[in-house]
């Protein structure tokens, strides 16, 4: 094994397939957009070389900043609410819950469904007039909470997010779960010893030994919510009235349906600039943490 690991030749040739798969389907992609965000193009025949004037227009456009505000309430959502519910439930069921294996596997079902199929699920959940959430308000006698919840503008960001977090809870509750099991036992008795409750076990040994798993799933969180797409398009097209459109929704229609390829590449720049600063910001906050402890 060593000598392998001292053979560059070896190293060479074992990361060569993977360094071409990230070279065709991620850098050259995003160079090739790169470039079309530097035309006026429409998507048929020769575009016109404009510089960064694609660029200068975003920091005038309104709908932007609103996908964007939009994308970071996500974010937030994400980090704040459906991370510390996930870690929640996986120091629940990593605790020896009753049927804990039967748990695992249903809070893990949602993520290998369709999305396409959640956002299907969940708009006849939202439905005026059949839903299943209005059904139930009506059966509690509370009809007059009864409401259309992604027509509008107050609710519909909101009833956006409750599909992302169902859908997900189960993928980051299986990593943190499976993180907590990996955690020596020799250590929670050791406290339990010293008297230490399952409260105090989870607040001051679970967690902090969790923290590289924990920075692991903020990130996927984080990146997930900055470029979420398919969920919001199913559900709401980014309507009414843009209240829930993202970046990514907005570059596909400016691409796709107003034919902007030029503006629409540079939105999907901006995209990918986003999730690599906020990375970035995510991980020297973790670091910063570290050192504190």
């Known amino acids: 094994m060593k000598k392998i690991l001292s053979d560059k030749r070896a190293i060479v040739l074992f990361l060569l397939p993977t360094l071409l798969v990230i070279l065709l389907i991620i850098i050259i992609p995003i160079l090739i957009s790169f470039y079309y965000s530097l035309l006026n193009w429409d998507g048929i025949g020769k575009g016109t070389f404009i510089g960064i004037k694609n660029y200068v227009s975003m920091l005038q456009d309104e709908r932007l900043f609103n996908a964007i505000k939009n994308s970071l309430i996500f974010a937030g959502l994400s980090l704040f ?84 977090l169902w859908q997900y809870v189960g993928y980051h509750m299986l990593i943190m779960y499976a993180g907590i099991k990996g955690i020596s036992e020799e250590v929670n008795e050791a406290a339990m010893i010293d008297g230490a409750t399952k409260g105090q076990l989870a607040i001051y040994i679970t967690v902090p030994m969790l923290k590289p798993i924990l920075k692991v799933c903020a990130t996927f969180s984080l990146i997930g919510a900055l470029k979420v797409f398919d969920l919001i398009y199913v559900l709401t097209g980014g309507g009414p009235f843009y209240s829930t459109e993202v970046p990514s929704i907005y570059m596909y229609t400016t691409i796709f349906d107003a034919f902007h390829y030029g503006y629409g590449s540079a939105v999907s720049i901006f995209i990918i600039l986003e999730c690599f600063v906020f990375t970035i910001l995510l991980n020297l906050l973790f670091k910063s943490r570290r050192e504190e402890a």
Request: net charge positive.
């Open 81 to 164: 609410i459906q991370l510390p519910f996930c870690l929640f439930l996986a120091i629940l069921v990593a605790n020896g819950v009753k049927g804990e294996k039967v748990y695992r596997t249903l809070f893990f079902i949602p993520v290998i469904i369709s999305t396409v199929v959640i956002g299907q699920l969940w708009q006849k959940i939202y439905n005026t007039d059949y839903g299943l959430l209005n059904e139930f308000l009506q059966k509690l006698g509370l009809s007059f909470l009864k409401q259309d919840w992604l027509g509008q503008e107050t609710t519909a960001l909101l009833c956006s997010f409750i599909p992302i």
